[in-house]
């Protein structure tokens, strides 16, 4: 049977246009890969469109237009046909100071328009030295989720990734991984009343690790930074876990 892992590339800020195009040259299918996503700078979003595989942005603004220099409102990336947004990622938090109530009405925005979310939470590595990953992870979905409508929730994906394990070729345990993802189920049920959310795992994803990664029980897909910039590398681990 075919799995239905949706499996998401996070290019970040790289490649260049010359790059751009010889990846678009490599990075190709026979038949329409529905659960591929691939998420390139803003910039190079239209040479992406018309691919057999969907497309996604890294950040949207939450407001719909306006005097906003700089920014790409949700109403915006819809008017492409993009139904993937990711929202909350740590490198957003970290270094543009995103809170978690500017995560909400980015999210909030972005379901009203019809995107399909995918929410990153995930703990530092100090935080989880002083053992409170839970406690991150639980305030990050309850402050993220607010008013949330739970009719929207089949439309949310929490993309669980440890800042710690981004970029740094380190990951959990599956058997971490494993029950960090039944938490985040267990904390979205009891405050919202939505069972089964999806729970994609991110963090130094790559072709070397994904067969056993693949192995988690109840993940929904990966996201993958890094390695999802070398067409190939990204081949191989939609091979895995996509294709039959
Ligand atoms: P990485 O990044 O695969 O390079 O660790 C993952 C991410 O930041 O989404």
């Known amino acids: 049977m075919k799995s239905e892992k949706l499996i998401v590339g996070n290019m970040k800020m790289n490649l260049s246009a010359t790059e751009i195009s010889e990846y678009l040259k490599k990075f190709q299918f026979d038949d329409p890969q529905d659960q591929v996503v691939i998420c390139p700078s803003a910039v190079y979003i239209p040479y992406f469109l018309k691919q057999p595989y969907k497309v996604g942005i890294q950040n949207v603004f939450f407001r719909d237009k306006g005097a906003y220099t700089g920014e790409i409102s949700v109403s915006q990336v819809a008017s492409l046909g993009i139904e993937y947004v990711i929202v909350g990622h740590s490198e957003r938090r970290i ?52 008013n949330v409508d739970t009719h929207y929730f089949s ?14 070729d380190v990951t959990p345990t599956l058997m971490e991984i494993e029950e960090t993802i039944q938490y985040i189920k267990g904390i979205v049920l009891q405050y919202f009343g939505h069972e089964d959310i999806r729970v994609m795992y991110g963090g130094s994803v790559n072709s070397k690790n994904i067969e056993e990664l693949n192995q988690i029980s109840n993940v929904s897909g990966f996201l993958v930074g890094g390695a999802s910039i070398r067409a190939e590398e990204f081949l191989k681990i939609i091979e895995v876990t996509v294709k039959k």
């Open 95 to 146: 270094y543009f100071k995103e809170s978690d109530q500017d995560i909400n009405k980015k999210v909030i925005s972005a379901l009203k328009y019809g995107f399909t979310v995918i929410l990153c939470i995930g703990e530092t590595a100090e935080e989880k030295g002083l053992l409170k990953t839970a406690r991150v992870l639980k305030r990050q979905l309850l402050n993220c989720l607010r």
């Open 155 to 168: 439309k949310i994906i929490i993309a669980y990734e440890p800042v710690w394990a981004i970029g740094s």
